[in-house]
T-cell receptor, first 111, second 114 residues
Framework: GQQLNQSPQSMFIQEGEDVSMNCTSS?????WLWYKQDPGEGPVLLIA?????ELTSNGRLTAQFGTTRKDSFLNISASIPSDVGIYFC???????????FGTGTRLKVLA | DAMVIQNPRYQVTQFGKPVTLSCSQT?????MYWYQQKSSQAPKLLFH???????NEADTPDNFQSRRPNTSFCFLDIRSPGLGDAAMYLC?????????????FGPGTRLTVT
C-alpha cells in the first residue's frame, strides 16, 4: 500500500540535542498525526494537526503542518534517553477514513 | 480513562489452527481499524469498519476476517494461520466525522505461530 516518505530513517543523537524529522507525501492531506512507538507496544499519539501552517506543541515536542499540505515536521527539543523509539507520521485525506503511515524514524539517544 | 483495549497481549497458535484476537474501546468512536505490523515496519492496514460497514483492503488475504458486533467490540479472525502471519496486530479507533481526526491505538497483540 501507499506509504509516506519519512526521514531520516534513523538517527543517533546525544542527550540534550534537538531532533528534527519530516514526512512528505505526493497527496494533499487534511490531517497529520505523529506517533511514538516503544518496543512491544502500540503507537502512542503525540500530536494531531488539522490546518496548513499549524504549529502545535506537546511539551518538548513541536509539530508543523506544512503549508503545501503535503508535508509535516516534528521537532524534539533537549532530547532525553526516554525519547528512544520509533516515530511515525500518518496522514489522512478528506473523504477517507484511512490513514497513510510514514516509514518511521528510529531515534537512539546517547546519554 | 477512555481507551482501546486488546486481548490477549500475547497469543501463541499452531500452524493452521484458527485464532481470534479481540479489541474493545471506551471512546465511542465509530471507526475501528485492524493493522498488521512486522519488524518495526509501518503498520499495514488490513481492514476497517465505519459503524457496521466493513471495508477490506485489496491486498488483505482471505485468511483474515473481522467481525464488529457492536460499537465497542471488534474481532480479528485468522482462519488458518501460517508462519508468515506471525506479527503484532494493532487495533485502532477514530471518529473523523466529529471533526476530530485523532486515531488511537491499543497496545497490540503479539501473535506467534508454531
Amino acid at each position: 500500500g501507499q506509504q509516506l516518505n519519512q526521514s531520516p530513517q534513523s538517527m543517533f543523537i546525544q542527550e540534550g540535542e534537538d531532533v528534527s524529522m519530516n514526512c512528505t507525501s505526493s497527496s494533499i492531506f487534511n490531517t497529520w498525526l505523529w506517533y511514538k512507538q516503544d518496543p512491544g507496544e502500540g503507537p502512542v499519539l503525540l500530536i494531531a494537526l488539522y490546518k496548513a501552517g499549524e504549529l502545535t506543541s506537546n511539551g518538548r515536542l513541536t509539530a508543523q503542518f506544512g503549508t503545501t499540505r503535503k508535508d509535516s515536521f516534528l521537532n524534539i527539543s533537549a532530547s532525553i534517553p526516554s525519547d528512544v523509539g520509533i516515530y511515525f507520521c500518518a496522514g489522512r485525506s478528506s473523504g477517507t477514513y484511512k490513514y497513510i503511515f510514514g516509514t518511521g524514524t528510529r531515534l537512539k539517544v546517547l546519554a | 480513562d477512555a481507551m482501546v483495549i486488546q486481548n490477549p497481549r500475547y497469543q501463541v497458535t499452531q500452524f493452521g489452527k484458527p485464532v481470534t484476537l479481540s479489541c474493545s474501546q471506551t471512546l465511542n468512536h465509530n471507526v475501528m481499524y485492524w493493522y498488521q505490523q512486522k519488524s518495526s515496519q509501518a503498520p499495514k492496514l488490513l481492514f476497517h469498519y465505519y459503524d457496521k460497514d466493513f471495508n477490506n483492503e485489496a491486498d488483505t488475504p482471505d485468511n483474515f476476517q473481522s467481525r464488529r458486533p457492536n460499537t465497542s467490540f471488534c474481532f480479528l479472525d485468522i482462519r488458518s494461520p501460517g508462519l508468515g502471519d506471525a506479527a503484532m496486530y494493532l487495533c485502532a479507533t477514530s471518529s473523523p466525522d466529529r471533526g476530530n481526526g485523532e486515531q488511537y491505538f491499543g497496545p497490540g497483540t503479539r501473535l506467534t505461530v508454531t
